[in-house]
């Protein structure tokens, strides 16, 4: 997909990864992207300093609590007031805390679900020849295999949600002609997500890992965006390039049967 001249909505678009999604959509010649995000004081200050960068009236920030269903709606039909459309969707905010875990299932599934809902429904109405993109953070948390830890095991549940839902609803995306990525990133510093990882690691005794910075995993799913790729779930790990995966049918891995 051709970045330049789309307009883009990023939530959790404020801090950490959403940010530098922002910033790289802006690099490649966005028209303009929305951010909406919890954080007033962060979303605005993001605005001011992006847009000493790369110039007004390409930046909107909507403060929104995506986990207030109606009020993500309300802000979703007011950057179509400001953008016109919106080419790409990426449902990106998320928490980790698992003492407000329906909270963080709110946030992490219950919003990202609802956000892909509103992205279909808008997206199917527009030209087949348009470029269009749903992008949903998940986390490597999300995939089979990743060995986790009661300390953050409704997060993963919350990413292993996002990931089954996202694949049941492709072939949707698919008949309406909308791409759709599924991301999966390991560990991400200097971000809420990871200081809250870090202090539920340090309980329950996690190996060592390699983190990568927010600033190169915004780059990477912005690359990922732009390239023409038909894959559709993409692991981003250890500062590596990113990978994608597929799940393989349950059959294929039956492990004991009767008789
Ligand atoms: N940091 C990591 O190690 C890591 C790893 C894998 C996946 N992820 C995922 O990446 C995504 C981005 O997280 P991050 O690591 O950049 O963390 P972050 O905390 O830096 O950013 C999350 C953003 O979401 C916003 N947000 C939180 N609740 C919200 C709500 N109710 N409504 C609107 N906005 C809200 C926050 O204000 C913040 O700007 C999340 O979905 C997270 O689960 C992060």
Request: hydrophobic residues 40%; contains cysteine; glycine residues 8%.
């Amino acid at each position: 997909m051709k970045i330049e001249g789309k307009c883009a909505l990023v939530t959790g678009g404020a801090n950490g990864i959403g940010l530098n999604i922002v910033r790289n959509l802006l690099i490649r010649g966005a028209k303009c992207v929305v951010i909406l995000d919890l954080d007033k004081e962060g979303g605005t200050e993001a605005k001011k300093n992006l847009e000493k960068e790369y110039g007004k009236n390409r930046i909107f920030f909507f403060p929104c609590d995506v986990t207030k269903l109606d009020e993500f709606e309300d802000k979703f039909k007011k950057s179509l007031e400001v953008c016109n459309k919106v080419d790409i969707f990426v449902n990106n905010s998320g928490v980790l805390n698992e003492v407000d875990w329906t909270g963080m299932i709110d946030i992490n599934l219950r919003a990202l679900i609802k956000g892909t809902k509103l992205a279909l429904d808008h997206m199917g109405t527009s030209k087949p020849s348009e470029d269009k993109i749903i992008v949903n953070m998940a986390s490597i948390g999300g995939l089979s295999k990743y060995e986790g830890s009661e300390a953050f095991a409704v997060y993963q549940a919350s990413k292993y949600g996002v990931v089954g839902f996202s694949t049941a609803i492709k072939k949707a995306c698919d008949d309406r002609g909308i791409k759709l990525l599924i991301i999966c990133p390991g560990a991400v510093e200097k971000t809420n997500v990871f200081t809250n990882y870090l202090k539920a690691a340090a309980e329950s005794k996690l190996g060592d890992f390699v983190t990568q910075t927010p600033e190169n995993v915004g780059f990477l799913i912005v690359d990922l965006i732009e390239r023409n790729i038909k894959e559709t779930t993409w692991v981003i790990e250890d500062n590596k390039t990113p990978y994608a995966v597929q799940f393989p049918h349950y059959s294929t891995v039956k492990i004991a049967s009767l008789n």
